[in-house]
């Protein structure tokens, strides 16, 4: 049964559903869900809490917090404000904004392939304060109180031939903030989620992959401080799609013949490729701007 | 059987290849291959010769050749010079250019839309001589004789309100060129062609569409003069590679039950998608380059 | 004298204080002021009402409209949202909006030089509704009335190798607007206005000129339809303040040696720079943003 | 006398013509010319070898190689290729590449603004190994030996909150390059010199200051491994033009006078703007492109 779950997401809500299609309990796993009728957004909570469950679901111990709004693929600045306001909500209290921090925004990602650039659109969006506050202190900003906020954007490996936590463990070191907040693009299982789905968490990012090794991401292990990550996915993996096709087709045959098929029908090939939306230039621009601004929001310190 | 060749592909070559796969016969339209080993080019030329052909192939007549390089994905640049040669040798035969012309080529697509922006990124490096040949003369070129070459980037109805044939033909009839050359972004069947398949045509490009309504494409009709397209495919149609995945897995089911379930199977929000290779920003640009240099090769007037 | 007035600005209004400052009464031409002290709007009308004013102006009969607000060159939302509102009104005005119209809104300048780039940013941000007017009549923009907006980035002719008035007057033809909205970055005299006032004018736009032919600008004559201009002064012609820095020094001495001094010291080459503020690039994308905002809601129809 | 000195420049070359203009003797700086007439690239090497020489040159001490080559502004892509090579022989020798190094290649400024951008276009040119080496050792390389090369484009403290030298000093901290090369456009005193002259130096850069405080700069002191700076002039300080046209014209004043009106005539605005060629656009892309392939060729190892 293994190979359902190997098909990437980097949703842990997503990566919860498969379980719960096939009627599997997974213990550690604890889930909490909430619907704002009003606004139309679904809150899901999945709280990782024992080293079992973690394993379980391919992901680290931790909060998982998804906000799902159907309408946010849509260019409606009323609605995004609030989407915004809500991500800022949470982002207070995993980042525990309510004393003065000094908080890094890490932009991950490519600004050059569309799907990719939400992290740097974000940095682009966002209020930087720290070199206002090293100068000049809070009355410089003109309040009593403020975060002292700073943003980079590192860049991918083909363009830099460091790793990403390579980059950001230095700048790290040397600018020591209170928490990351690092920002990325994901890849879902369902296209349906695509643009439309908010995941953050006290987890991290684990940069280039959903289900890959912890000790390269972007984490509190590895930065010695928190890190809150923050994603929205843009992409599907392009197997993933043949896959699901298939395996729904598949229903109606045996298991064994059925995995199988399955195994001998999706060209390796086809992870090299990725599914988006035709219209996902639009998109990713509109959902940096949604999410700086709700950064933007949870930064202003009142 | 229709329903194969609903399927969207920009290219000539694989419409005729679907045909042949299934033993199909089309008449008035005649194919020649050869293959330049040295260079591992492989160049196909697919005439449509008759009305009852094009409509088989849902494909106006005229003359369609296809260069088939691996290597084009590849960052070499000896070798894209080779691709800008063999390029250019078509185009000075497609377009008459042994006589000085004067030449509008059209940069199609969006640039904001990665594998869309191919055409956007010829034109930008593209030696643009008209303004010069009207103020100075061809002496201003340090030439005997010169072609005229003016260049633009209409963009997308979503961006002007007006189809890209308005702005063409409003272009056309103001500055009078003798050929128009078009270049687009394809959408092809198979991911293994995507980046690695030029094709050059005396048809013209229909903008948006492989098998779209030709009175609104770029063409001799309705231009007034020779159009050559060219284009590359950088994108297959999401359900495409469900489709074939699917169809694969079928040839196994009875025929009849074989098209229920595809029907079934393939979800329409899919054509929304498109799949495209994860490097395809470095790809673009550097494809955008080759195809400049061609056309600047072919517009050098010797 | 005339030698002054040689200097290259594109604001009516400073060629007006030119004038004034030398004690020359200039017929022909009308000028009246007015100011909003809350909102720190400086607006004035200038009317070349005669051939003569026309020809001592250097610039076209007909009326130029010049808010000054010192404030829109920075970073204020709400600030930002007053000016657009009051350029709506100036549109509304002289495009006649009063009526159910089909606009073209024309983008000039170059999109790689920031400076030059304030046309095509408005195009970025413009609701483009000609398209859906044309497919599914007003009801589906929800509305019982709409103006028809489309837009264009004829780009430069060193990127086209043709000249704009070419390219826009082939589009005009084709799409037939009733109206013209042309918008590009202007030179001033003054670096205390750059980026601080919008000119709006019923004389059009003369590409690429201050003082140029009229022949070759885009107005009603070269179109045949009303052409409104909208422009932002965001660079100084280099020699200007050299001039300006060495008059002001000169004016000491008699002015027979003040006239070869200058005439002498300027070097021609400056011509050929520009001056331009250091954070030109974020001030260019927000006063595109300014101008599109105001042109959405001056094309609201309601 | 100082007043003249003030006026910013980044080239030490002009800080040594400045002082030979006014026959003023400079202990403790060496000066070598050489002209080669075919490629037309004039090569002068300012050595400031004493702590007074650097004093009076305002500049760390340390060698200051400046290439000047007219044609450097002008797209002859051979041109280019010998310009490339030039600049490769001499890195080759400050960077001491004659054995196998890890350079770390940092592009400085923004690359929104077009004449900043130089150092952001470096990084996207620059073939980046270190990524392929660690992962697969020079065989990965087809090479025997190989340079490992890395490159970050940290931003301007504007869009981070931080100083570039503490992004910089985390990242070689983490990352242990054996020599550091920093790319940035610089300032000129003369508008004929911008474009057309490359600055390699082993004393780093100077990040935002030709005559700042060596202690934010990025050299061998703050980062502790050896600093190249690689630097084009692109703009001029907007109050040095009209500095040096009234100079001129003052020459003729007595020195007293001479400096009173200077100080009152330049408006200190002026030092807020800059001056920089129409065709900046362009000129950057095709610089960067030649720095790069210079980085390229001097970090082929051979």
Known sequence: MQMDYRI???????????FEEDNVEVSGVVIEGSYDEERDIRTTLVKIETEKGAKAMGKPQGTYITMEAPNMSVPDQDYHREISKELAKHLRKLASLDKEKSVLVVGLGNREVTPDALGPNVIENLHITRHVLREYG??????????AVSGIVPGVMAQTGMETLEIIQGVVDETRPDVVIAVDALAAR???RLSRTIQITDTGIDPGSGVG???????????GVP???????????AATIVHDAMAHLLDALEEQERKEF???MISPHLHTMFVTPKDVDETVKRLGFTISEGLNIALEYV
Chains 1, 2, 3, 4 share one sequence.
């Open 213 to 223: 090794n912890h000790r390269d991401g972007l984490n509190a292990e590895t930065l």
């Open 190 to 192: 369902s296209t349906k």
């Open 8 to 18: 990437r997401t980097d949703l842990a809500l997503e990566t919860k559903e498969r």
């Open 227 to 237: 890190v809150i990550g923050i994603g929205i996915p843009t992409v599907v993996d």
């Open 138 to 147: 809070t009355l410089g900003m003109g309040e009593d109180r403020a975060h």
């Open 262 to 264: 399955l195994e001998e």
